[in-house]
């Protein structure tokens, strides 16, 4: 009989008994109701997990078995591939590593002698130039020697541009460096004009040969001039080098020469001084120098290009040119590496694909479990203060519940009988 029927008998007893009985039966009736209700709760929250579990693993079990024995296949055909991968992978990381190490130490080195470079900058700045020797010979200096008898069979028979004609002393002074030679004479002196017969020599000997003469004159500008068949010889304290007029080179902190090709510079022709076309690390400035002071130049035997570089660029380029092929081989294990790995991303993103494993369903899945997990904890804690906060097992509440439903219905009926036969008595 159920907790409904029991109500409808309460409306006809008088017996005080029998409405405190059934007051407990309506009251049993109510615990049994939330009990059930929070019983419904915990099956679907079960009814949940199960059908979620089942969209995962039972949904068109054909197709997910088929899909899994393709996954395997295509793991099979890659393993071979991935390990190798991956191997060669690793040897390449471990050459970057060692190579990265190398790279550093050779940055290192370049800093440093950008630093060395720097500290003696200063001292070297003005060494570094542009040369073009526009003469054979400067600032040459002369001695006069004496007076010495000529003939028709020349002492002094040098060729430079004004041997064999009336010139004055500095003119012939000036040809027989241009010349290159040793000894000038000047002969048969004009008075007017302070002029004289130029010759010019390299050998001493031959133009004492004929002996020493006793006509020679001075001019009124102070230099000596021979008379008919004499010479005035004089002889000069160095000799230039005619071969190297309008050569032009680059001297650099080290006052190292290095020549310049002919298509690296041009003429101009108001200065008469050549543009230089060099490397931008190089200085553009030029400075005229005699063919003495080139000699004088260590050569570097390397001509002049437009890759020369110079200055702070020089003195790191050794540190510079290691830098730059250790870079270039990082890079190129670098490519290397990022071509592997797109690869393995490659053959994971198949496998992925393979697999059916959608991101976003996982997520939504993820969700619904949170949702369950909430409802579920707050399952867990919501009896505890059910039936005086003493039963937490709905099962036990149950059980319990249906044997003081049974004792109070009993206690009823027995109250019943007895009040019927009190009645027929």
Request: glycine content about 6%.
């Amino acid at each position: 009989m159920s907790a409904i029927e029991y109500s409808n008998i309460d409306k006809n007893a008088n017996s005080e008994l029998g409405k405190v009985t059934l007051r407990q039966g309506i009251k049993f009736k109510n615990y049994q109701n939330k009990i059930a209700k929070n019983v419904e709760k915990k099956n679907l929250l079960f009814e949940g997990f199960q059908g979620l579990q089942g969209n995962l693993s039972m949904n068109d079990e054909h197709a997910t078995s088929s899909a899994l024995e393709k996954t395997r296949s295509l793991i099979n055909q890659t393993d071979a591939s991935v390990t190798n991968q991956v191997k060669e992978l690793r040897e390449l990381q471990n050459k970057f590593g060692t190579l990265l190490e190398q790279y550093n130490g050779a940055n290192t080195s370049f800093i440093d002698s950008t630093k060395n470079y720097l500290k003696v900058a200063f001292d070297k700045k003005d060494k570094a130039t542009n040369v073009y020797v526009n003469s054979v010979a400067n600032d040459v200096k002369d001695s006069y020697l004496g007076c010495y008898k000529d003939t028709e069979n020349r002492a002094m028979n040098g060729v430079a541009s004004l041997s064999g004609q009336y010139v004055t002393y500095d003119q012939c002074k000036e040809s027989a460096i241009d010349g290159a030679f040793k000894y000038f004479g000047l002969q048969d002196f004009r008075k007017e004009n302070q002029s004289g017969w130029c010759a010019v020599s390299d050998d001493l000997d031959a133009t004492k040969q004929y002996g020493d003469a006793s006509n020679c004159v001075q001019g009124s500008n102070g230099n000596m001039y021979g008379g008919k068949l004499s010479n005035a010889v004089y002889e000069l304290d160095k000799v230039g080098i005619p071969g190297i007029i309008g050569k032009v080179g680059y001297v650099d902190d080290d006052s190292k020469l290095s020549e310049y090709p002919s298509s690296m510079f041009t003429m101009d022709n108001t200065t008469n001084i050549p543009n230089i076309i060099n490397n931008n690390s190089c200085t553009k400035k030029v400075e005229t120098i005699d063919s003495l002071q080139w000699d004088k130049y260590i050569k570097t035997g390397v001509p002049m290009s437009q890759n020369t570089v110079c200055g702070i660029e020089k003195a790191t380029q050794d540190e510079s040119i290691n830098r730059d092929a250790l870079r270039m081989q990082l890079a190129s294990i670098a490519d290397e590496i990022v071509n592997k790995i797109t690869y393995l991303e490659s053959l994971n993103a198949n496998l992925n694909n393979q697999m059916g494993i959608d991101k976003t369903i996982l997520h939504e899945n993820l969700e619904k479990y949170k949702t369950y997990s909430k409802e579920y904890n707050q399952y867990k804690s919501v009896d505890a203060t059910n039936i005086n906060g003493i039963l937490t097992d709905s099962d036990i509440v149950v059980l319990q519940e249906n044997y003081s439903y049974l004792f109070w219905s009993v206690l009823a009926i027995a109250i019943v009988v007895v009040t019927i036969n009190t009645i027929k008595k």
